[in-house]
């Protein structure tokens, strides 16, 4: 099955908001409730910051929120900080039997 | 709190075999689906193979089908993945992952690192 589409970059100034899309179909991300979302630093694991669409773990600023809307998911990051710069991947449920969640293709965000 | 700690990756030659593993103190990895999850260098993540809570199931990426095995030992609450006839192409970031009832990764491991040299 196919990676979920994200944007390669997103970039915005400190303070900013900026918004990463992640897109699929009704068979996965349309379809269900289950969209993760994933922060990455550079030679680090990746560290969960929302998961089941726009629930934050314990820990989690809430600076980030998700959101989705028909086959697209979002994660928005308000009050954009120079820590906040990492990749960041979504990952769906997919009704495909016996298949893991699809990753999405990863997204870059730079702070300027 | 959830741990998961990986060991076995090093430096292997094309053809040859490495086996990792990933023990979780704190938690009985029977309990959950677990799976492996790779990112080669400069690359996304990919899902390389998944085993199911009760063993039953298992999942295993097209380019690793025949060649990898997942497995778990349940007496030392340790999960294995075999990797045989390793490629070039193998070469990658491993890590463990914890997943959901809908196979989605809610915990990571830190990542073992594995290179292929041709």
């Known amino acids: 099955q196919s990676a979920l589409t994200q944007p390669a970059s997103v970039s915005g100034s400190p303070g900013q908001s900026i918004t990463i899309s992640c897109t699929g179909t009704s068979s996965d991300v349309g379809g269900y409730k289950y969209v993760s979302w994933y922060q990455q630093h550079p030679g680090k694991a990746p560290k969960v910051m929302i998961y089941?669409?726009?629930n934050r773990p314990s820990g989690v600023s809430d600076r980030f929120s998700g959101s989705k809307s028909g086959n697209t998911a979002s994660l928005t990051i308000s009050g954009l900080q120079a820590e906040d710069e990492a990749d960041y991947y979504c990952i769906s449920y997919t009704s495909t039997t016996s298949q893991p969640g699809l990753f999405g293709t990863g997204t870059k965000v730079t702070v300027l | 709190e959830v741990q998961l700690l990986e060991s076995g990756g090093g430096l292997v030659q094309a053809g040859g075999s490495l086996r990792l593993s990933c023990t979780a103190p704190?938690?009985?990895?029977?309990?959950?689906?677990m799976g492996w999850v790779r990112q080669a260098p400069g690359k996304g993540l990919e899902w390389v193979s998944v085993i199911s809570a009760s063993g039953g199931h298992t999942f295993y990426a097209d380019s690793v089908r025949g060649r990898f095995t997942i497995s778990r030992d349940d007496y030392t609450n340790t999960l294995y993945l075999q990797m045989n006839s390793l490629r070039a192409e193998d070469t990658a970031v491993h890590y463990c992952?914890?997943?959901?009832?809908?196979?989605?990764?809610?915990?990571w491991g830190q990542g073992t690192p594995v290179t292929v040299s041709s």
């Open positions: 089941e669409v726009s």
């Open positions: 992952a914890k997943l959901t009832r809908q196979w989605l990764v809610d915990h």
């Open positions: 704190g938690f009985t990895l029977s309990t959950y689906a």
